[in-house]
């Protein structure tokens, strides 16, 4: 499984930015996918996650009412809708996908993409 991060950028405090993670090769309906943040000097955070099916999902508690995650599984793509960014929402955004949980916990994680950098000016 390959997975391709896109969407990141600079936006102003306030604004919104959509997250795009799009999968390729083998995957699975057993399949979740999550976003990862991590800003400087801190540790790899998690943000949200759905399983391919588009059944459950979680969010950080940091996030949530402001970050929406969805899934087209036609097109093998995850989204990452991000309302109402804060500075503190600066980060290098990463997506990931488990073979078989629905976890907030990244060594859980068996696939990694690159990650897409997102920056939030005050």
Do not use: H
């Amino acid at each position: 499984v390959q997975l391709q991060a896109s969407g990141g950028g600079l936006v102003q405090a306030g604004g919104s930015l959509r997250l795009t993670c799009a999968a390729s090769g083998r995957t699975f309906s057993s399949y979740a996918i999550g976003w990862f943040r991590q800003a400087p000097g801190k540790e790899r955070e998690f943000v949200s996650a759905i399983r391919w099916s588009g059944g459950s999902t979680y969010y950080a508690d940091s996030v949530k009412g402001r970050f929406t995650i969805s899934s087209d599984d036609a097109k093998n793509t995850v989204y990452l809708q991000m309302n109402s960014l804060k500075p503190e929402d600066t980060a290098v955004y990463y997506c990931a996908a488990d073979r078989n949980t629905l976890s907030r916990k990244a060594e859980t994680y068996d696939y990694w993409g690159q990650g897409t950098q997102v920056t939030v000016s005050s």
